[in-house]
Structure formats: C-alpha cells, structure tokens
C-alpha cells in the first residue's frame, strides 16, 4: 500500500509524465553517471535513472519510503539509498558525483544550497526543483527585490541557470506554488577562502541599508585598497566584488 504523501516532508510528487521526460532530457544521465538524488519519494525521477544505468545513490528521510527503495538495491547495480536527513547527513560517502539531482522540499531549500557549496569541488553540477521565487532569488542581481544572500553566494560558488517553470498541476497533491527546475554547475575555484566569504556576505546584509565600512566594520581597514567598493551598501555589491574583497581581508591577515 502507498503511504499517504506527508506533509510535514514536503511530499508533493511528479505524476506528470511529460514534465518527467523533460526534467530527465535537462539531466541527461549516461550509463557512466555517478549521480546523487535526494528524496527519492515514489521514484518519478528515480525510475527513469536507474533504467539509464547510472550508478545511484539516494538519501531518503521518510522512513517507509527508504525501506521501499533500499529492498530493490540488489534489482540495480551501483544503486543504493541511505534512510537520513540531507540537511544533517555527511554526503562524502557518495561523492564525488557528476549530477546532484532533486525534487527538494521547499522549507530545505536554502540548507540544500549551504549544502552544495560546501561540496562543490566535489559535484560537477546540480539540476534541482525549488520554488519559483526561491530560483528567482539564486539569480537575482544588484537591484532586484529578491538580491539576498543566497543570491551572492550562489553566483560565487555556481553559474546557475534557469531552465524552465513548473506548474503545481504536475504534482500530487498539487502544491501552492510554482516551481522552477533550475541547473548550477559549480565552480572548482579555490575554496580556502569560503568560510570568510560565507562571513563576510553574511554579516553585511545583517545591516543591508548601512554602508559597508558601517556593516563590515570588523573587517574594514581604513588603507583599503578599493575605498569606493567600501561605501557601497550590501544589496549595491556585485558577487564579484564580494569576492574582491574578500581576497583583499584574507590577503591582509
Ligand atoms: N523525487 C520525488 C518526486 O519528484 O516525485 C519526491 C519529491 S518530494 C517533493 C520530496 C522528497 O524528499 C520526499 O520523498 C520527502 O520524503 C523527501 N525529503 C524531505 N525532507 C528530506 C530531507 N531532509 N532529506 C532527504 N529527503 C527528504
């Protein structure tokens, strides 16, 4: 029997076969994919990777729906699923991979991408369903409404693209919101520097009106190199210039 879809973890699954072939066509597995999917659910997007051949790993927090997929390990070779929550879960037993793929629940969409920048080296690219105003915020710019945090920090670590929009009528149930199936292909650049990045980006939208040599006191020097990057407000700064400057305070210490 098929356990009523809950709630609490976010169950709303894909029935729509047509929006299933085309969020597969975007992932595109080879048989010599190593691929991740997290929240396999009743396996709309699983099904069809498997049957590509891929080498599979899954990580399930409903329980019932972990045991469903960890009894048919042996059908598939390379495919298993791991009963944990991906939020907590340390995903380096199934890394490095070449696609991380999800239909994720709404309210952990934001620890997903905390997540994903923290493995970055180690997955090639990303192609993940999140709410509509959730991706418009991963690529939203200097000036835009939705310019945030995650905003920054996505275009540092990822070059994220959006794919195509997700009506609720392909879920059941259907959600309240649209969804957005969107790609990150992640960037190897050095990651020494991440934690202060993190830091850094964080604390100035803490104060996102002040100016940054306000908001960042912590981190000013008044010999700054770049004075007029400094007098700018959190929401004013292009990814890149955090970047710049975060280089410019880790140089200094
Ligand atoms: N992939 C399926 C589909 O597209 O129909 C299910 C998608 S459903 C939106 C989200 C899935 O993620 C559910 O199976 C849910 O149980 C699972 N899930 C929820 N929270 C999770 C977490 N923290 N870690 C892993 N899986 C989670």
Redesign the pocket.
Same mark, same amino acid.
């Given at each position: 029997m098929i356990p009523l879809a809950?709630k609490s &973890?976010?169950?709303?699954? &894909? !029935?729509d076969k047509p929006m299933i072939g085309k969020i597969m066509e975007a992932v595109s597995p080879k048989k010599e994919s190593i691929i991740l999917? +997290?929240?396999? =659910?009743? =396996?709309?997007? !699983?099904l069809p990777l498997l049957e590509s051949g891929c080498r599979l790993s899954c +990580?399930?927090? %409903?329980r019932v &729906?972990a045991e469903h997929w960890r009894s048919r390990e042996a059908l598939y070779p390379g495919f298993r699923c791991i009963e =944990? %929550?991906?939020?907590k879960l340390d995903w380096s037993p199934y890394l490095p991979c070449d696609i991380c793929v999800?239909? +994720?629940?709404y309210h +952990?969409s934001r620890p997903l991408m905390y997540k994903f920048f923290s493995y970055r080296r180690a997955i090639k690219e990303a192609v993940i369903?999140v709410q509509k105003e959730f991706a418009e915020k991963l690529l939203a710019s200097p000036g835009d409404k939705a310019y945030g945090i995650v905003s920054v920090l996505t275009q540092c670590f990822c070059d994220p693209r959006y794919l195509f929009s997700v009506p609720p009528s392909v879920?059941s149930p259907p959600p309240k919101v649209t969804s957005a199936c969107v790609r990150l292909t992640f960037k190897r650049t050095d990651t020494e520097n991440d934690a202060l990045l993190i830091r850094l980006v964080q604390t100035a939208f803490a104060q996102r009106r002040k100016v940054l040599t306000n908001s960042l006191k912590e981190f000013y020097d008044k010999d700054a190199n770049d004075r007029e990057l400094w007098l700018k407000r959190a929401d004013g700064l292009r990814p890149e210039e955090y970047l710049a400057l975060t280089r410019e305070i880790a140089a200094r210490s």
């Amino acid at each position: 029997m098929i356990p009523l879809a809950k709630k609490s &973890l976010g169950q709303n699954f &894909l !029935t729509d076969k047509p929006m299933i072939g085309k969020i597969m066509e975007a992932v595109s597995p080879k048989k010599e994919s190593i691929i991740l999917e +997290i929240g396999p =659910g009743r =396996g709309a997007l !699983t099904l069809p990777l498997l049957e590509s051949g891929c080498r599979l790993s899954c +990580i399930e927090l %409903d329980r019932v &729906l972990a045991e469903h997929w960890r009894s048919r390990e042996a059908l598939y070779p390379g495919f298993r699923c791991i009963e =944990g %929550d991906a939020v907590k879960l340390d995903w380096s037993p199934y890394l490095p991979c070449d696609i991380c793929v999800g239909n +994720i629940p709404y309210h +952990i969409s934001r620890p997903l991408m905390y997540k994903f920048f923290s493995y970055r080296r180690a997955i090639k690219e990303a192609v993940i369903m999140v709410q509509k105003e959730f991706a418009e915020k991963l690529l939203a710019s200097p000036g835009d409404k939705a310019y945030g945090i995650v905003s920054v920090l996505t275009q540092c670590f990822c070059d994220p693209r959006y794919l195509f929009s997700v009506p609720p009528s392909v879920f059941s149930p259907p959600p309240k919101v649209t969804s957005a199936c969107v790609r990150l292909t992640f960037k190897r650049t050095d990651t020494e520097n991440d934690a202060l990045l993190i830091r850094l980006v964080q604390t100035a939208f803490a104060q996102r009106r002040k100016v940054l040599t306000n908001s960042l006191k912590e981190f000013y020097d008044k010999d700054a190199n770049d004075r007029e990057l400094w007098l700018k407000r959190a929401d004013g700064l292009r990814p890149e210039e955090y970047l710049a400057l975060t280089r410019e305070i880790a140089a200094r210490s």
